[in-house]
């Protein structure tokens, strides 16, 4: 009997975000089909970002992982707005990555932003060779500062062998810092037991719970507080939307989406806050796109295969997003792509709220081609090919 691929995943950390929420999926489908063993090696055991402190043990995900066995270790850093660079790691730390590494037959980067420890590893000559896969997430590397440059020297020296790139966009962006690299896409999937429609409409517990009325439209935007995601933009649009929807009401979600963040405040001063909700990280998002009509998407750079519009789109929510990354592609049928005018993506929100039944039949048929099993699959082919090129190369 074969024993179980052994499969490490390095991480900056357990924080939200659409990326994260995706690798967990894959490790515990992974590590559930009996054929794969995966632990996580986290570099911080806490995140600072977008105004938030969000601990390691308090994100679902870390809770999730823990609880269908797979293991997770903490290097104890404090993860924020720029990666551990390979000079910031201490001697602890790198013994304890080292032996982590050497315990597995495969390592996933989690995205670039891990790489600087591979390679203050590899400087201290303490990095065992095992092939590394690259699990990469946006389409502006230029956006991933020192990072980008990590990748580049990784693929260089032959620690990096292989990339997934949940979009087309993603694997064309970063094509030219992968040399050598084997390079794959595999599309993103999400869980469709827990993100579906609503059976009936009304009584909607989270309309119920935020003074929402049933007729009301509802418009989610599921995003952290980051320029990337550009919420000026989004309340910009919600300002011009008031004028055709009065009743209109908007639930905002993810880190620094609170009045507690000031930067949220001056924004929300600009239109009417009592039809806005803000409720920062939410654990119950399948319930808030069920209670939507609109999942819309305001990005201006950086998104590849954006997870809110799948998951909104399998809930039945209608997607509405800029043209990012392949974001026009993932909705094309049923969803809306717009500019950048907020009047545009005002009117399209409204098109969708208004023509709500004219949507609802092409988000059901194409809810079976938003499912995850298929992502999991292309994910355990691409692992199990890199065991097998090591041992040729052996």
């Known amino acids: 009997m074969t024993a179980p691929l052994r499969v490490l995943t390095l991480t900056e950390g357990f924080f939200a975000g659409g990326a994260r929420i995706l690798h967990s999926d894959v490790v515990a489908g992974l590590h559930a089909s009996g054929s794969q063993r995966h632990s996580v090696l986290a570099i911080a055991s806490r995140a600072r970002r977008e105004a938030t402190v969000q601990p390691m043990a308090a994100d679902p995900r870390y809770r999730s992982l823990r609880a269908s066995g797979v293991s997770i270790t903490s290097l104890g850093k404090t993860a924020g707005g720029v990666p551990h660079a390979p000079h910031t790691f201490s001697s602890r ?228 997003t800029t043209d990012v990354g392949d974001a026009a592609r993932l909705v094309a049928g049923f969803g809306i792509v717009t500019g950048r005018d907020p009047r545009e993506i005002a009117a399209a929100w409204q098109r969708a709220c208004t023509d709500r039944a004219g949507f609802t039949a092409a988000l059901l048929a194409a809810r079976p081609g938003l499912g995850r099993d298929r992502m999991v699959r292309e994910y355990g082919a691409v692992i199990a090919a890199q065991r097998r090129a090591l041992r040729l190369a052996a």
Not at 120 to 130: F, G, S, T, V, Y
Not at 133 to 148: F, I, T
Not at 278 to 307: F, K, N
């Open 93 to 320: 730390q790198l013994r304890t990555a080292s032996r982590a590494i050497a315990a597995a037959d495969v390592v996933l980067s989690l995205k670039e932003q891990p790489l600087g420890l591979l390679l203050a590893l590899d400087e201290a000559m303490m990095l065992p060779d095992r092939p590394v896969v690259a699990c990469l997430h946006r389409s502006d590397p230029e956006h991933s500062g020192e990072a980008l440059t990590w990748l580049r020297t990784s693929a260089e020296r032959g620690i990096v062998t292989a990339s997934v790139s949940c979009a087309h966009a993603t694997d064309a962006a970063y094509g030219p810092a992968l040399a050598g690299a084997a390079r794959h896409t595999v599309d993103n999937g999400i869980d469709l037991t827990r993100f579906r429609p609503a059976l009936t409409r009304g009584a909607d517990p989270i309309r119920r719970e935020l003074g929402i009325p049933d007729a009301a439209s509802v418009v989610v935007y599921a995003a952290r507080f980051d320029d990337m995601k550009d919420p000026e933009l989004f309340f910009r649009a919600v300002a011009a939307h008031v004028e055709m929807a009065p009743d209109a009401h908007y639930v905002v979600c993810g880190a620094g989406m609170t009045r507690d963040n000031a930067a949220l405040r001056a924004l929300l001063a600009r239109v009417d806050g009592a039809r806005v909700h803000a409720l920062g990280i939410r654990d119950d998002m399948p319930a808030i796109y069920r209670a939507a009509d609109v999942v819309a998407l305001t990005s201006a750079y950086g998104e590849a295969a954006p997870l809110c519009l799948l998951e909104g789109a399998a809930s039945g929510a209608v997607p509405v």
